[in-house]
């Protein structure tokens, strides 16, 4: 139904009517007419050609004009497309029963041409601006859809790391600052966890910076999958560095980062240029408090960074956790200085698979 073109089928078993029908609709602008005079063949008919417009005779040998009425309406092609019933029947019963069935208008045969021309172009215009309404709600739905996914592309690009896949900076700082105020309000304890990977610009030299994306890729995805709790949010920090937010204690967390340290050096990938081991390493710093309200969480990563450097400095391929003093406290004992019994500050070097949390 292209360019405001109007279909018109006439089903009916006289051919002399089909005649006049078109004869009537000869010189009507912008109407083509099809005739159907088998009744068993009007839906079919119907299908292939599409028809604004259905001219439909109720009394017909064989088959009620009526029963076709309702086969149109359970056809998905044909559902919507208006029926004109055109009769001999002038009976209120069987107009009431033929509007019942779903016929759109009701003729006595034969109209007056300029009326059906009338009729005709009425219920045809309704349904063709239906279509176009109904097809450029369709495309509007679409282009909402793909604006949608395109979105949600761009919001996933801006919040994941290009080469990890994991959490970006940006992501991680919106995703802690809320986790640390449910922190406060819940009173637990909060950890941040900075882990380095031990040598890597040795790493790079030795076997290429493809090689190098590859390893961080293997960490970044080994670190995720040992931080698995829903409020526990791993990124990449910069660089080799990775950084994971988490609400635990000093124990857990601790855990936590003998667990991703002995993860990473169970991949086995080789370092021949490595200071430590004959295989990749990391070294990890932790920070835990109870947060305060008014305090931010920033403070927590620079104690966390602290701590990695002091692992660092101890020798890498291990894991420095401190409780974080607040202003005023007391500060927590470097990483090379005595550690008596009961202190705050952990130092592991993985030797098997710890417990889990």
Same mark, same amino acid.
């Given at each position: ?17 089909? @005649? ?50 309702? $086969? ?16 001999? @029947? ?41 279509? @176009? ?15 949608? $996914? ?89 660089? $080799? @560095? ?116």
């Amino acid at each position: 139904m292209p360019d405001g073109r109007i279909v018109v089928l006439l089903v009916d078993d006289q051919p002399i009517v089909g @005649e006049a029908i078109r004869r009537a609709l000869a010189d009507a602008t912008s109407i083509e007419f099809y005739y159907c005079a088998d009744p068993y063949a009007a839906v079919e008919t119907a299908e292939r050609i599409r028809p604004s417009v259905i001219l439909q005779d109720l009394m017909m040998p064989g088959i009620s004009g009526l029963t076709l009425v309702r $086969e149109y309406r359970s056809n998905a092609a044909t559902a919507d497309v208006p029926i004109i019933v055109l009769t001999m @029947e002038d009976d209120a019963a069987i107009k009431n029963e033929a509007f019942a069935c779903g016929v759109n208008d009701y003729l006595v045969k034969l109209p007056n041409s300029i009326e059906l021309i009338a009729r005709i172009r009425h219920h045809a215009i309704a349904y063709l601006s239906r279509i @176009e309404r109904d097809e450029a709600h369709r495309e509007l739905r679409e282009s909402q859809r793909l604006l949608l $996914e395109q979105n949600l592309q761009l919001e996933r690009l801006t919040n994941v790391d290009g080469l990890t896949g994991l959490s970006n900076r940006r992501y991680f700082d919106e995703f802690t600052s809320v986790q640390w105020k449910l922190a406060i309000r819940a009173q637990c304890h909060f950890s941040i966890l900075m882990i380095d990977v031990d040598d890597f610009k040795h790493y790079n030299d030795t076997y290429g910076h493809l090689a190098g994306d590859v390893v961080l890729k293997h960490i970044g995805e080994t670190i995720k999958s040992c931080c698995n709790r829903p409020a526990d949010i791993v990124a990449r920090f910069g660089g $080799e @560095e990775f950084v994971v937010s988490l609400t635990a204690p000093l124990g857990g967390t601790r855990i936590v980062g003998e667990k991703v340290c002995f993860a990473i050096q169970s991949l086995e990938i080789p370092h021949g240029a490595s200071t430590v081991a004959d295989r990749v390493t990391v070294s990890i710093g932790g920070a835990t408090t109870l947060p305060v309200h008014g305090e931010p969480y920033l403070p927590l990563i620079e104690a966390a960074d602290v701590a990695l450097y002091d692992a660092k400095r101890s020798g890498k391929n291990r894991v420095i956790v401190r409780a974080h003093a607040r202003a005023g406290a007391a500060a927590s004992p470097r990483a090379d200085e005595p550690i008596a019994e009961g202190s705050i500050a952990a130092v592991v070097r993985p030797a098997s698979d710890p417990s889990p949390r």
